[in-house]
């Protein structure tokens, strides 16, 4: 879990921006309506993967939504919406976010990396994701972009973990397919450590 | 054993690349122009009757596109489960759907609708039914008995005295619907040295994939499109073509990537039909927005057991008779079956000289039922277990020997009508498991450590593995490439890809060489059995294998005719077609695609074997005149039960402070047959192996009996296993002795997986207090403290979906 998203600072957030948080049942705007339009500045512009992407964004709106269905990254899931499973894991500055839980406006002066941002200009694949491939670390595939975002901001804060280390870092990415073993396989893999 | 080129070795899957770097697409990742959001209203109460529906808010709403109720829609016949209904079944059942531009508007608008409905009587235990006076779940009857001699609604009510006597763990005397038996019972049990009677519950859970079960579809030209979340892919198409009420050749299903299914979605289901229907109401595309919550309603759960078994063991420690009674727990759709397998399970795993089984499949109002890995098996493979080691116990037998005795062999026959098996290794299995584990190692430590005690447990698991008759289809392209087409559904075992395997195999092409087309009814794929069940490995190992062999009958015919010689006299390696006299003479596989194209006729696909299924026939025909074609049925001989086994070893340390313990080893076993990828065999191990920690210890339905409301909807409250609930490193390993009834040896291993880790854990947290026995799962640290501190429990004996 993100030490500095306590969910005190984020329900503070949410309410000094006198803004409807996202309801754990699915996408969901109750005073939508209430609200007089250009009451908040709608087109931002986002750093997604080093690359500036400028978007039409509501006050309301997850990170998850707008990374999905309007800049067409749809590398990451959403497998509950409601901050439970991780399969909609980012990076914000270096620290993984549930993006579904995340509101885009308070990402405008962050940097964003998601799974499609893991390989490089020249498409060669990030160790993980190469690691992940030589180990057969996905089973369905579902949660993956969300392993691979959480090892990879991991193995960047500690190049080379325990088994133990990356077990308990992971612990935020739910995998229903049980690849956990192959997962831990893949990093420590990606880690030069097998 | 067989020196081959592919089988038995690793690859690398197609699809892998694209589940690493995002690329994969699943239903919800699809965007088409001018597609709407629907959402659903689902019912808010257990059962229930729509009074009336007012929309006329929400339609005057900027941005509302439709609405679509139960009466847009084909009656369905109760209990089958409609696709919108107007009589709610369960918390969660879907009675309207509104779509709108945006999913915020779609919602809105359903805070819009007025919809009242009548409050019915509802059940959540299967208990409070059979009583005398209680509620039915539905208001036809209490009971749904599904058979081919006719089903149908009935009402069958226990007495409290029959009630109390099965809570109190004795032989149940009331009414049942269902029997099958063999053998001789009352001698089976009056040679037995030991009689053991064990009541036991095993709760239901929701399956819980990870990706909810969002579909969209459009109309082009009279065709349907659906992007749907199913586990089959070629299966899919009759039973969806039906919900849509159209014919097969105008429905194209794109499913290439599945988040998930463990039984959910084997065949179409109701919700895949919503968005064609609406669709067609409103001419727009349709994204049907499936959330969590209601991927926990929709999506399919365990079938519940409250059970009684007796079983009688000889001195030897050999199985002299069984005698099982099951009520089921069915949810509100009769959608269930698992008691008879259970007993199947028993007759495979253990081997019983006679047997009984009895049911009695009662109604709910949870979420409904369906197959989950290893329906049935896996539920009775964690109830006996326990009651293995007891029986060792009492003998003064090692408990694995015991296993060993009774384990599934060649001349294993199971089933009422005591059927013999292709093949099958058990007791291997469980010799090489003990020696992985160490088992006599273990048992030599000390089982105390302060507060904490150490378990062993070994567990056994089957499902059959197999079926027959589906269709094969392959073809050689003039590049001289090799193209699978396989209808085989993606949802994550990557089984497309290994049975696609068999082809290359037999043509002995190269891995770079070969392209696999599934994912889409477009790919022009053949007829294929759907992926559960655990029988795709088998199947499909053999439809590739048939149309291979079509494909290379073909192709020294085509270099006998260009030539000369006889077929006979041809051979092939290297991709090239060659006298065997003169390896020097010889055509490439490109030039033979390119010859196949002249020939046309059944070379190039012109024309097809007659007993094809008409889903392979249009593929066939879309096919033709681009190169060699094999195509071919899958009539290789077969009979028998197919079985897959597998067999665990697991050591834990339990606090009995806490109730907690820590999963310290895993060793699990896999007996299915030939080994045909040794890195995807290992993750249905390792992913069964989680699938049984959770439902040994952490799965459960919670139902609130005064509203019928479920408790638990989320990841974390149903329990699911996180990195933290598993061992660190879970090892697996496999017989690997060829099976007779398949070119390559090989059987199917899914549901096993699961059903022996469930299994090696209930028998390992009973090792670890002393042989007892709860006779119920999921065990959770509750239960085990007051085990412990001798206090009562808070169920009552034999309860269900609540506490």
Redo the contacts between chains.
């Keep these: 879990m993100n030490p500095q998203l306590s969910r005190r600072r984020f329900i503070k957030a949410v309410i000094a921006s006198s803004v409807a948080a996202a309801s ?7 005073l ?2 209430d609200r007089a339009r250009g009451a908040v500045e709608r087109l931002i512009s986002l750093n997604i993967n080093g690359q500036t992407r400028r978007v039409d964004v ?1 006050p309301q709106e997850t990170l998850a939504h707008t990374l ?2 309007k800049l067409g ?10 901050g ?2 991780g ?1 909609c894991t980012v990076i914000i500055d270096g620290i993984t976010n549930y993006s579904c839980s995340t509101l885009t406006h308070s990402v405008r002066t962050r940097q964003v990396r ?3 941002g ?2 490089a200009a020249d498409g060669t ?1 990030h160790p ?2 190469q690691a ?2 030589d ?11 969300g392993q ?1 975002m959480s090892a990879a901001a991991l193995l960047e804060e500690n190049p080379r973990p325990t ?2 280390e990356v ?2 870092a ?2 935020g ?10 997962y ?1 396989n893949g990093i420590m893999r990606a880690s030069g450590q097998v | 054993m067989a020196d081959y080129k592919h089988i038995g070795k690793d690859f690398t899957p197609p699809d892998i690349t694209g589940k690493v770097t995002g690329k994969a697409m699943y239903a919800e990742d699809f965007r088409v122009d001018g597609m709407v959001y629907a959402r659903m209203y689902t019912s808010p109460m257990a059962h229930g009757r729509v009074v009336s529906i007012d929309t006329s808010a929400a339609e005057a709403m900027d941005g509302v596109v439709g609405i679509l109720t139960a009466d847009d829609l084909p009656a369905v016949e109760v209990p089958n489960a409609p696709i919108l209904t107007n009589s709610p079944a369960y918390v969660g059942d879907p009675i309207l759907a509104v779509a709108a531009e945006t999913e915020e508007i779609a919602e809105n608008a359903m805070a819009a609708i007025k919809v009242k409905i009548d409050p019915l009587p509802f059940v959540t235990d299967p208990l409070d039914s059979l009583l005398a006076g209680g509620p039915d779940a539905r208001e036809e009857g209490n009971i749904y008995a599904r058979s081919s001699e006719g089903s149908g609604f009935r009402t069958v009510k226990w007495t409290k005295e029959q009630i109390d006597e099965f809570r109190a763990g004795k032989e149940p005397t009331g009414e049942y619907v269902s029997e099958w038996t063999y053998g001789d019972l009352e001698k089976g049990f009056a040679d037995a040295t030991v009689i053991l009677e064990q009541p036991f519950v095993t709760i239901g859970y929701a399956h819980m994939s990870m990706e909810p079960r969002t579909a969209l579809s459009y109309w082009r030209n009279g065709t349907c499109f659906v992007h749907g979340s199913a586990q089959s892919q070629s299966f899919w198409m009759p039973g969806l073509a039906r919900l849509l009420e159209i014919e097969i050749k105008d429905l194209v299903l794109i499913s290439e990537n599945t988040g998930g299914g463990f039984g959910s979605k084997i065949g179409a289901y109701p919700i895949a039909a919503l968005p064609g229907w609406f669709s067609k109401k409103i001419n727009r595309p349709v994204q049907l927005r499936v959330t969590r919550e209601q991927e926990y309603y929709l999506g399919s759960a365990r079938v519940g057991f409250q059970g009684w078994v007796k079983m009688g063991f000889a001195a030897d420690g050999k199985v002299t008779a069984a005698d099982l009674f099951i009520v089921e727990d069915l949810g509100p759709n009769a959608t269930g079956g698992d008691a008879s397998s259970a007993g199947g399970a028993i007759s495979m795993v253990y081997d019983p000289g006679a047997m009984r089984f009895r049911g009695v499949p009662v109604l709910t109002n949870t979420t409904p039922r369906g197959a989950q890995r290893g329906p049935g098996q896996n539920q009775i493979a964690a109830a006996m277990a326990p009651v293995m080691d007891k029986a060792a116990k009492e003998l003064g037998l090692d408990r694995l020997e015991v296993r060993k005795l009774n384990a599934a062999n060649n001349a294993t026959t199971a089933y009422e009508e005591q059927e013999p098996v292709t093949s099958a290794y058990l007791k291997e299995a469980l010799d090489k498991g003990a020696q992985m584990f160490d088992w006599e190692g273990r048992q030599r430590l000390p089982k105390k450590n302060g507060s904490k005690v150490r378990g062993l447990g070994i567990g056994q698991g089957y499902h059959s593995a197999g079926t027959k008759g589906f269709d094969g289809l392959i073809r050689i392209t003039p590049d001289g490439k090799l193209h699978i087409h396989t209808g085989v559904g993606n949802l994550g075992t990557y089984s497309y890809a290994s049975t696609s395997r068999a082809a290359a195999e037999v043509l002995k092409c190269d891995w770079e060489n070969c392209e696999i087309h599934h994912g889409s009814s477009e790919q022009h794929l053949p007829w294929n059995s759907y992926q559960a069940g655990s029988v795709t490995t088998f199947t499909h190992t053999r439809t590739n294998y048939v149309a291979a062999m079509d494909a290379l009958r073909k192709m020294k015919e085509i270099a006998a005719s260009t030539m000369g010689g006889a077929a006979e006299d041809y051979d092939i390696d290297g991709q090239q077609v060659f006298l065997t006299s003169n390896s020097a003479q010889g055509m490439s596989y490109g030039a033979i695609a390119a010859r196949a194209i002249e020939l046309g006729g059944e070379y190039s696909g012109q024309t097809y074997p007659e007993d094809i299924n008409e889903i392979t026939v249009r593929s066939v025909q879309s096919l033709a005149g681009s190169g060699l074609v094999g195509v071919a049925k899958d009539n290789l001989p077969q009979e028998g039960v197919i079985p897959g086994l597998a067999c665990a070893f697991v050591e834990i340390e339990l606090d009995l402070e806490t109730g907690k313990y820590e999963i310290i080893d895993y060793v699990g076993i896999a007996e299915c047959g030939t080994v045909l990828f040794p890195q995807g065999l290992a993750q249905q191990m390792k992913g069964g192996a989680v699938w049984g920690m959770g439902m040994a210890s952490l799965e459960r339905h919670v139902y609130d009996p005064q509203n019928g409301l479920p408790a638990n909807i989320g990841y974390h409250q149903c329990g699911i296993p996180t990195y933290l609930d598993v061992p660190s490193v879970t090892q697996s390993s496999a017989v690997d002795i060829a099976d007779p009834q398949n070119p390559f040896g090989a059987r199917g291993i899914g549901e096993p997986a699961m059903g022996c880790s469930v299994a090696a854990m209930t028998s390992a947290i009973s090792d670890a207090l002393d042989g007892h026995i709860f006779g119920r799962t999921p065990i959770s640290a509750d239960m085990i403290v007051n085990h412990v501190s001798g206090r009562e429990q808070s169920f009552l004996p034999m309860q269900t979906n609540n506490f």
């Design positions: 754990s049942s699915g996408y969901h705007s109750a939508a309506q509501a999905r269905y990254l749809t590398g990451t899931k959403l497998g509950c919406n409601r439970e499973c399969a998601t799974v499609e893991l390989q694949l993980l994701q992940f491939i180990e057969l670390s996905p089973q369905c595939g579902f949660c993956t972009p691979l088994r133990d077990r308990h992971m612990a990415n739910i995998c229903r397919c049980g690849a956990y073993d192959h831990l």
